[in-house]
């Protein structure tokens, strides 16, 4: 990632966290109104309690652009703000963490997949903002309850390096009766490609070899997903 790190007098937040009066800081305001009431540069500035908070906090948002890519930053790249030293980076790296497995924290009544966006609600949060692609089997009961999540592949997805005996494998272990497959593209764009169409195509014939139904085929990207059975894409 290319920076171009400002100082903190250099953009919107030039003001001090210590100038301002106690209910207006960051941490009075949560205190008082709640963290639902605060925007997530002020959320951020609670975590690095410098007197630039507000400003740094800003510049991380900006530089690497929201929540994911701070999610994905480096300690290392964070230290490169101004003013940020490897305790502000730590609390942040782990408040981000327990934003991101709160976030897959499967609430019960989902144990029981009902719709494409019941998968993808956890996965974007999952894969949804990773660099690399990662290819995703969740294995279901008769009853459409989910057994497991593996993660099968890590790397470019295709029809020439993904092994459907490898996507089977645990399903017939765990006498799956249907799996989803889903997928993540980098980009943040799901638009299905036409090699995401032919393993669809691929996986749903293999599937009706073993008596296990592909249910659906779901592309991932940046809060957004599509589901390729909704479109009918490798489904015909």
């Not at 920076?3 to 209910?23: E, N």
């Not at 008082?32 to 690095?48: D, H």
């Not at 997949?113 to 998968?119: E, L, Q, T």
């Not at 949060?125 to 497991?148: M, P, S, W, Y």
Request: charged content about 20%.
């Amino acid at each position: 990632m290319q920076t171009s790190f400002l100082t903190p007098s250099q953009d919107g937040y030039g003001i001090k966290v210590r100038d301002l009066p106690l209910r207006e800081r960051p941490v009075g305001r949560l205190q008082a109104s709640g963290a639902g009431a605060l925007s997530t540069t002020e959320l951020l500035a609670c975590l690095l309690q410098t007197s630039d908070a507000l400003a740094q906090a800003q510049q991380l948002t900006v530089e690497f652009q929201g929540l994911a890519g701070l999610l994905n930053a480096t300690n290392v790249e964070l230290m490169q703000v101004p003013g940020i030293g490897s305790g502000q980076a730590a609390r942040l790296k782990a408040a981000l963490e327990l934003g991101r497995r709160l976030a897959l924290e499967v609430p019960e009544e989902l144990q029981i997949v009902r719709s494409p966006a019941d998968v993808a609600q956890v996965l974007m949060a999952d894969i949804g903002h990773q660099e690399q692609e990662h290819f995703v089997v969740l294995l279901l009961n008769t009853r459409n309850g989910l057994i497991r999540r593996d993660t099968v592949y890590i790397g470019t997805v295709n029809s020439s390096k993904i092994r459907v005996a490898e996507i089977f494998r645990q399903a017939i272990r765990c006498n799956a009766a249907a799996i989803i497959v889903a997928h993540n593209h980098p980009s943040g764009d799901p638009t299905p490609s036409s090699e995401d169409v032919q393993i669809t195509r691929n996986i749903r014939q293999a599937g009706a070899l073993v008596d296990i139904e592909l249910l659906d085929h779901l592309i991932i990207g940046h809060q957004r997903f599509v589901s390729l059975r909704e479109r009918m894409l490798g489904f015909e």
